[in-house]
């Protein structure tokens, strides 16, 4: 598989990373997986389905400095503009043709209409998927 070097640019800006393997390697697995999901999202195989999480956002996350939690929290959290979500990566069963829930992540804090946060949660929960 080729790599797509402006989405692996696109998670190298975007996305965290572990040492090691370090920040290009993870990068261009994140790259890898978002393009083999975006082929079997074609297929109908696999889905991102995004919700809101039923925990509101509370100001739980935490920048370790209360002024600036408090900062964020104005801005976003009680302007409407932060939304709390969660994320499922669904499979489509062959036979059944149902969705079944492979793995999800909550609790995750974005802007309403920030796509670029959303992109980087997909291929994270696309590369451990495919990694099992």
């Not at 998670?11 to 261009?28: K, M, N, Q, S, T």
């Not at 991102?48 to 999480?53: G, T």
Request: glycine share 6%; hydrophobic share 35%.
């Amino acid at each position: 598989m080729t790599l797509d070097r402006k989405a692996w640019r696109f998670f190298l800006d975007h996305a965290g990373y572990a040492i090691p393997p370090g920040r290009v390697i993870c990068a261009a697995e994140l790259a890898k997986a978002e393009a083999r999901a975006e082929r079997e999202q074609m297929e109908s195989r696999l889905r991102f389905y995004w919700d809101y999480d039923p925990e509101p956002v509370d100001g739980s996350f935490d920048f370790g400095d209360d002024h600036e939690n408090e900062k964020y929290l104005a801005r976003f959290g009680e302007s409407g503009d932060l939304d709390s979500m969660t994320c499922a990566l669904q499979t489509r069963c062959d036979e059944c043709k149902q969705w079944d829930t492979q793995d999800v992540l909550g609790g995750i804090h974005i802007l309403r209409f920030e796509n670029d946060y959303q992109r980087v949660v997909q291929a994270e929960l696309a590369s451990e998927y495919f990694a099992k």
